[in-house]
């Protein structure tokens, strides 16, 4: 079992910056990739980054891609996500979740342990 706790989210103007965290339960962390999924408020929930197991592979959107930067301590069992250059689009809740492939899937069906979601809103 591991259980997620995203926090960090918050209102924004645009070009500002953010960092979120996912805090993670249990023993392994370490053993799962990890990513975060955005839904915006007229949008289905959509991959945004993720990273592999031990963080030596990363996987981004193509729309957040050089704004944003996923990284992962595994001491810590914590995620994170830094938004840069914050647009109005990049609004949503975010979530972080868990799976247990090797890679580092785009599909939410390859993840089966979610956060609640911490929301990001971006005023322009």
């Known amino acids: 079992q591991v259980q997620l706790v995203e926090s960090g989210g918050g209102l924004v103007q645009a070009g500002d910056s953010l960092r979120l965290s996912c805090a993670a339960s249990?023993?392994?962390?370490?053993?799962?990739?990890m990513a975060w999924f955005r839904q915006g408020p007229r949008n289905d929930r959509e991959f945004v980054s993720g990273i592999s197991r031990s963080g030596s592979w990363t996987e981004y959107a193509e729309s957040v891609k050089g704004r944003f930067t996923v990284s992962r301590d595994n001491a810590k069992r914590t995620l994170y996500l830094q938004l840069n250059s914050l647009k109005p689009e990049d609004t949503g809740v975010y979530y972080c979740?868990?799976?247990?492939?090797?890679?580092?899937?785009?599909?939410?069906?390859?993840?089966?342990?979610w956060g609640q979601g911490t929301q990001v809103t971006v005023s322009s």
């Open positions: 249990g023993r392994t962390f370490s053993s799962h990739a």
């Open positions: 979740a868990a799976g247990a492939s090797y890679l580092v899937p785009k599909s939410e069906s390859e993840y089966g342990y």
